[in-house]
């Protein structure tokens, strides 16, 4: 699976501070850390970018290439800040995202064409995300043959199921799940990326990362290509690297609803197992899973 | 052909739990089926019933609240007596007074009186603290130390207070409310926490009850999910017996306070409502609002 660091984020006091003040070595460093984690692409989360728009984006994509050779995801809402972020990219970059919704279309699908990068784009509509399988399918594929009208090829569009926290709505993880599994008999060529560490917003820091990394290998099963995802991770890297095969196995396994006798597992082995119920919806969730 | 109705069987079951001391034992719970399905299985209790009973006078009630109790309304020994004398299969039992944010009366007081009520009576006793989660530390374990043996039911137990509280109830042989704000994952955290060393068979869940066009189908959801989830997918941190505290709830609403009918009607049809979600236990203000429940619940169990 493609991973696409997700560190660089307007929402990290250190991240906007470092902005605000134009300090480039904490921006660097932490380019500079994904690099060496595995990260396939940087992204780059620019938030609304309300102000000055494009002399941060202008900022923030230069020094970032000036310590990595990767490729660069934009990502942000604003289409002004958008354009000049993609303008600067010097290995074709990622559109970060487009989606249903009528500005979306209006004004960030014309660059994806424009600037010839690939694309994300969201099941997101103007009412807000489609709350099952079939309303996202409905969305995705009004959108996607939008992108196409304008000349996007499947092939450059990664289609988004737009991921949601398992402690706030635990039915939409498996949706999206169930969206992934079927996408490439929906729209044949297409690509696909989530907000993985979504999944485990509003979940105690401490426990965020297994739900990530069980929900990755879920995901991953069913075919995912990308995730925007924290490869400072270190067992998130190495599992997708495919260096833990007998926790992808026993995830799979958990997920077929095959009988498992946890007394033989080890601690690290349980907790695979008990995330993977909890993600496909068979037990409860609760801050506790992992205990009793 | 003959028409023979479709039949679920369940693989969960509601622990049974039982309250009060030697002949005062009164069961709550212990169904294997949704709530009112006797027809699929053992509804091994009905839905108990309780009227609340003060502390103090209460200063916030209703006119036409406060007729019943006119003559017992000062002294919470003769008010339970009352309460008991007009149906009601058990009492509650409020510790307002112990609010810091009002009388602040110390828990040692308190848990006089409630050893007094208890030993008054001739049912089990619901106790409530008055909410504030430090307080009721103190308050919640006098009590379960002064009344030991009386197998009280004591709340509130919440996320933030349930080590100190639990451990006295346990120590002391009472059972206990844990209590959660309307989050039924927060429920099944606090639960998952209390059964590392509490006794199942001694929990009654208060998800909180809101009233009839006041969040109402907050609680009836998280009532019939609970009972979904511990019947029907047998996850056992989630079977236990579920109280329904809506007497203050319903009372404090608009309606209820312009008028005596209107105050009837919506603690009744909460009541039924949340009953039908799965409510063990329902703590009612209105003895009228008691009897027409008693009726209901008479005939269809």
Redesign the interface.
């Known amino acids: 699976m493609v991973l696409i660091g997700e560190s660089i984020h307007i929402i990290s006091r250190r991240v906007s501070d470092a902005v605000k003040d134009r300090n480039a070595s904490v921006i660097q460093d932490l380019a500079r850390a994904q690099a060496r984690a595995g990260a396939d692409y940087i992204d780059l989360n620019l938030g609304p970018a309300k102000k000055d728009p494009v002399g941060m984006t202008e900022w923030l994509v230069n020094v970032v290439q000036e310590v990595t050779d990767l490729p660069l995801s934009i990502d942000t809402l604003n289409p002004v800040a958008m354009e000049a972020g993609l303008r600067l990219c010097k290995k074709r970059p990622l559109l970060n995202s487009a989606s249903g919704r009528t500005d979306s279309k209006a004004e960030m699908l014309p660059l994806a064409k424009k600037y010839n990068c690939d694309v994300v784009i969201s099941v997101l509509t103007d009412k807000g995300c489609p709350p099952d399988v079939d309303s996202r399918t409905e969305s995705i594929m009004e959108t996607v043959s939008y992108a196409n009208e304008l000349g996007i090829p499947n092939e450059d569009i990664w289609v988004d199921p737009i991921i949601l926290p398992v402690s706030a709505d635990q039915k939409q993880v498996r949706e999206a799940l169930e969206f992934i599994k079927i996408l490439p008999d929906l729209l044949p060529g297409v690509k696909s990326t989530v907000g993985l560490s979504n999944v485990s917003n509003g979940t105690p820091e401490e426990l965020r990362g297994i739900l990530n990394r069980t929900y990755m290998v879920m995901l991953g099963r069913y075919g995912l290509y990308s995730a925007i995802a924290d490869t400072l991770d270190k067992e998130l890297v190495k599992l997708n690297r495919g260096e833990m095969p007998h926790i992808v196995d026993l995830i799979c396994k958990a997920m077929d609803g095959e009988p498992i006798n946890m007394s033989s597992l080890s601690k690290q082995e349980q907790d695979y197992v008990k995330t993977t119920r909890v993600l496909m919806g068979e037990t409860l969730y609760s801050h506790a899973w992992l205990e009793g | 052909m003959e028409y023979k109705a479709p039949l679920e069987t369940y693989t969960g079951r509601v622990a049974e739990v039982i309250i009060g001391r030697g002949e005062k034992a009164l069961k709550i719970g212990g169904e294997n089926v949704l709530p009112f399905h006797f027809f699929e299985g053992e509804i091994a209790n009905p839905p108990r019933l309780a009227l609340e009973v003060l502390d103090t006078v209460p200063t916030n009630w209703a006119e036409w609240d406060l007729d019943p109790y006119k003559d017992v309304i000062s002294d919470p020994v003769r008010w339970a007596n009352k309460a008991l004398e007009l149906g009601a299969d058990l009492v509650c039992l409020r510790l307002v007074s112990t609010d810091p944010a009002g009388q602040n009366v110390p828990g040692e007081k308190a848990a006089e009186l409630v050893k007094k009520v208890a030993s008054a009576i001739r049912s089990p006793l619901i106790v409530y603290g008055s909410g504030d989660e430090n307080k009721d530390i103190e308050v919640l374990t006098k009590v379960a130390e002064v009344c030991a043996g009386e197998v009280l039911l004591l709340g509130p137990v919440v996320k933030e207070n349930y080590e100190p509280i639990s451990k006295a109830a346990l120590d002391h042989g009472h059972c206990i409310i844990a209590q959660s704000p309307l989050d ?6 606090l639960n ?2 209390l ?2 060393s509490f006794p199942k068979e001694r929990i009654v869940i208060d998800p909180l009850s809101s009233a009839l066009g006041y969040g109402m189908e907050y609680s009836f959801t998280i009532m019939e999910r609970t009972k979904h ?1 511990g019947i029907m ?1 047998g ?1 056992s ?2 079977q236990m017996p579920i109280i329904a505290d809506l007497a203050s709830e319903c009372a404090k609403t608009k309606q209820a306070k312009e008028s005596e009918k209107q105050g009837l009607l919506w603690e009744l049809v909460t009541a039924i409502s949340l009953l039908l979600a799965g409510a063990n236990i329902v703590i009612l203000r209105l003895p009228q609002t008691l009897k027409m429940l008693k009726e209901v619940i008479q005939g269809t169990i």
């Open positions: 039924i994952n927060l429920e099944k955290e998952v926490k059964l590392k989830i997918f996850d941190t989630m």
